[in-house]
């Protein structure tokens, strides 16, 4: 791979980064982040998702053992936005949108991560996923169902409580659209771009993470987040509804192994966001998407520095320093002991 300042093209949303590989070790006198040394216990009677308490706006969180999902009561979209169109000169462009915002708590535990939970708990959350999908999928003016969760105060969580949170719109969000047309182009190669680019990274190897038998973690070749990876099932799925038994139970795995190296990573629990990206629910149908998760964590190089995007990648393209290879590598060597 080049040791020189190169660019890479983003395959699945058509956009090019700058990798800078000879940048590792410049010195850092900015900001470092705080390491909250999490200490929490299993119930919170101050927290909004643990079981039995009240919510902020006095709805009652009950009793559950599992996974469990409510209505946001602060979601940012709604159900019965009205349908509005400005369009002055084609300047001032704006649309009504609907949508409906959900919560899911992965656990009753305050105290736990993905990574601490019991595979058979993390499969009940592909499960809940699985049927969220398909609930919100019937509604017809739902296009698109985003599930995703930010984890860790540094990208913006709310509470520590284990949790995540779906959105289903009414209109197909940017990066679902970029991703759509670029997988849609791809077909006149003659086959799906992920199943393709997945086989031609497992023969490479240089940034395959993990991989059991239904699913491979990789740093994608064209990372733009220091320690970002992509989660992709071996066989051509648009969502999750069709994945059987054992690819539900090789998702979980894989996504507790992936959180456990990453808390280990730096020795602190690892924030990210992390979403799954499944087939518009549009009612049109979709042989091109190839459903995967996306994990986008900040950390760069140490528990308390974090990556910015800013100056040249706010105004240009994004930038990274460390390679993806050498991000796969360091992920590969860190141990998955909880
Ligand atoms: P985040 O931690 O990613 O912010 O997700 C938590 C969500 O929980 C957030 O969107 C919602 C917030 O609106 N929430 C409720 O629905 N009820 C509450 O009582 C507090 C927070
Ligand atoms: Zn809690």
Not at 37 to 53: A, F, M, S, T
Not at 209 to 215: R, W
Not at 264 to 275: I, K, R
Not at 285 to 301: I, K
């Amino acid at each position: 791979m080049f040791t020189s300042p190169h660019r890479r093209l983003n395959r699945l949303t058509g956009e090019w980064l700058l990798v800078s590989p000879h940048r590792t070790e410049r010195p850092w006198q900015g900001q470092v982040e705080d390491v909250a040394i999490e200490q929490r216990p299993p119930y919170d009677p101050d927290c909004y998702l643990c079981p039995g308490n009240e919510r902020a706006r006095g709805a009652h969180t009950p009793s559950y053992a599992a996974a469990y999902v409510f209505d946001n009561d602060f979601g940012a979209l709604l159900p019965d936005s009205p349908t509005e169109r400005l369009d002055h000169k084609g300047l001032l462009v704006a649309e009504g949108e609907r949508g409906i915002c959900r919560v899911v708590c992965y656990s009753p535990h305050h105290d736990l991560t993905l990574g601490q939970m019991p595979p058979a708990a993390i499969r009940h959350v592909v499960d809940t996923w699985s049927e969220q999908y398909t609930d919100l999928a019937t509604i017809d003016w739902v296009r698109n169902v985003l599930i995703f969760e930010n984890r860790g105060a540094m990208m913006g969580a709310s509470n520590p409580h284990p949790h995540g949170q779906i959105w289903a719109n009414e209109l197909i969000p940017n990066e679902v659209v970029k991703e759509l047309d670029q997988q849609r182009s791809y077909t006149a190669h003659g086959g799906c771009l992920l199943c393709d680019y997945l086989e031609a990274e497992i023969q490479d190897g240089r940034r395959v993470v993990i991989e059991n038998d239904h699913f491979v973690v990789l740093v994608p070749f064209w990372a733009v987040w220091p320690f970002e990876t992509l989660v992709l099932p071996r066989a051509h799925h648009g969502a999750l509804p069709t994945l059987d038994s054992a690819q539900r139970d090789s998702l979980a795995d894989i996504l507790c192994r992936l959180a456990r190296r990453y808390d280990n990573l730096f020795g602190v629990s690892f924030p990210y966001s992390m979403g799954l990206h499944q087939q518009p629910t549009d009612g049109v149908a979709y042989p091109e998407w190839h459903l995967h998760a996306h994990f986008y964590p900040p950390l760069l190089r140490s528990a308390t520095v974090r990556k910015f995007m800013v100056g040249y990648e706010l105004l240009g393209q994004p930038q990274r320093d460390i390679t993806p290879e050498s991000a796969a590598q360091r992920l590969r060597d860190v141990s998955e002991r909880s």
